[in-house]
């Protein structure tokens, strides 16, 4: 079926990224038509941030970067042209209230996601984008170097001169990013940079774990070794899975442990639970605190430092008895609490697959595609937004700030 109907760009997938295109585009005259798969908007924005949205951070573009894997001279220039200052005013005409959380995370005050997609919904309402639920692109016709127009999975043919890729990446499948974008830019002719988990939990091998499952830890120190050398370290909370480790340091260590994995190394985990201390003032810490309370059992004490679910299976871990008590401990034990304390070693099995991390590493290269318009350098009318360009960061707001961005400068160059 051939659909005649003029628009100056068709946008696909209806993300932060592709939401964002079509709304620049349509708020500078242009007839934009929003092609999403899903029966709705922005479903994994829904989920961003727990719910909350962790929309982006207010470090300056120096430190911002940082956060990125790589890529970063080519985001230099969305971020020069729509940064996160312009991106809360963005949301803040309409009456969105951010807050500052931790490490310069900025979240809505609702703690609501919902209420960023809500704005995002009435400003392409507003500037007349037409969306076509339930429709999946399958196909960019190229002809003389130049997009002429796309095809659907139910057979449609759309003529049309500029076609936005906004597809995501790999990661949670079931919101609708299954890497289209990656396939449909492979077709014609882009460089996909090898797919890789990033931002995923980690796989432990001691089976013990499972008894800590749901045990979160705060601001504790979490060093890897891959082979015994160190390749990552942060101080930061983490969490017990049924399986392993996540939570916001273990996820940002992620992508250096597969790398290490993938080179079949052995990969181990390292936990300080009182990180502020070198090794000489830990043992007089954990001295002092058994001459305090000498009649205490081992199991009873560093309550501050140790969730208590977790003592039985710390103490195994160290080979001490749980009823010893503080006056009797020998300076072996003792130096076997210390290391335990200090230094927790775990085995890293593996890591998750790319559907279950928070955002997919690689994707189509940058080496292709204008910085300053997200236009590729390939063919006339194609431009990339989003997860599906080869940018990828650490946790606390980054990633989605690079898909607006992103957005945002594509759907002023259309
Ligand atoms: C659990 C989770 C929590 C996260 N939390 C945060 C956070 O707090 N802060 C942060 O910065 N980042 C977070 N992220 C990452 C963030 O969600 C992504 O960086 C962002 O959604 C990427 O936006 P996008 O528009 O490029 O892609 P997506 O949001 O993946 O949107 C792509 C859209 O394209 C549609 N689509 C795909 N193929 C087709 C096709 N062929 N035809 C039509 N439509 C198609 C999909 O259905 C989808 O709606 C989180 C990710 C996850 C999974």
């Known amino acids: 079926m051939l659909l005649m109907k003029c628009y100056d760009a068709i946008v696909v997938g209806a993300g932060p990224a592709g939401m964002m295109a079509a709304i620049r585009a349509a708020e500078n005259k242009k007839k934009i038509l929003l092609i999403e798969r899903n029966n709705n908007l922005g479903i994994k924005l829904l989920i961003t941030g727990g719910g909350r949205c962790n929309i982006?951070?207010?470090?300056?573009?120096?430190?911002?970067?940082?956060?990125?894997?790589?890529?970063?001279?080519?985001?230099?220039?969305?971020?020069?042209?729509?940064?996160?200052?312009?991106?809360?005013?963005?949301?803040?005409?309409?009456?969105?209230?951010?807050?500052?959380?931790?490490?310069?995370?900025?979240?809505?005050?609702?703690?609501?996601?919902?209420?960023?997609?809500?704005?995002?919904?009435?400003?392409?309402?507003?500037?007349?984008?037409?969306?076509?639920?339930?429709?999946?692109?399958?196909?960019?016709?190229?002809?003389?170097?130049?997009?002429?127009?796309v095809t659907t999975i139910s057979d449609k043919h759309l003529s049309v001169n500029s076609v936005v890729i906004a597809t995501g990446g790999l990661s949670y499948p079931e919101t609708g990013s299954t890497g289209d974008g990656y396939n449909l830019a492979k077709k014609l002719g882009h460089t996909i940079v090898t797919l890789k988990p990033a931002l995923v939990p980690i796989i432990i091998k001691e089976k013990f774990i499972k008894d800590w499952q749901g045990i979160s830890l705060k601001k504790v120190r979490v060093s890897v070794f891959s082979n015994d050398k160190k390749i990552a370290e942060r101080l930061g909370d983490m969490i017990f899975t049924h399986f392993g480790v996540s939570g916001p340091i273990i996820l940002d260590m992620s992508a250096a442990i597969y790398e290490a994995l993938e080179l079949k190394a052995k990969v181990e985990l390292a936990i300080n639970f009182i990180p502020g201390l070198n090794q000489q003032e830990s043992d007089a810490f954990i001295l002092h605190e058994l001459k305090m309370h000498p009649t205490k059992t081992i199991k009873n004490m560093f309550r501050d430092i140790l969730p208590r679910k977790m003592m039985e299976q710390f103490l195994k871990y160290c080979s001490l008895s749980p009823n010893v008590s503080a006056h009797q401990m020998a300076i072996e034990e003792r130096k076997r609490l210390l290391r335990g304390l200090s230094n927790l070693c775990l085995t890293i099995e593996g890591v998750l697959p790319i559907k279950d991390g928070i955002i997919t590493r690689g994707g189509v290269s940058t080496k292709e595609i204008n910085p300053k318009t997200l236009e590729s350098k390939l063919v006339r009318g194609l431009f990339f937004v989003g997860e599906v360009i080869d940018v990828d960061a650490a946790t606390g707001g980054y990633n989605l700030q690079a898909a607006f961005s992103t957005g945002w400068v594509c759907g002023g160059s259309i």
């Open 56 to 149: 982006t951070n207010i470090c300056d573009v120096q430190d911002f970067l940082k956060n990125f894997s790589k890529s970063r001279d080519f985001l230099r220039n969305s971020f020069a042209q729509f940064f996160n200052a312009d991106l809360l005013s963005f949301f803040e005409k309409s009456g969105i209230v951010f807050k500052i959380e931790e490490n310069g995370c900025v979240f809505p005050v609702s703690d609501k996601a919902v209420d960023i997609l809500n704005i995002l919904r009435q400003k392409l309402q507003k500037n007349n984008v037409e969306i076509l639920f339930n429709e999946r692109v399958k196909d960019i016709i190229v002809k003389d170097g130049k997009v002429s127009g």
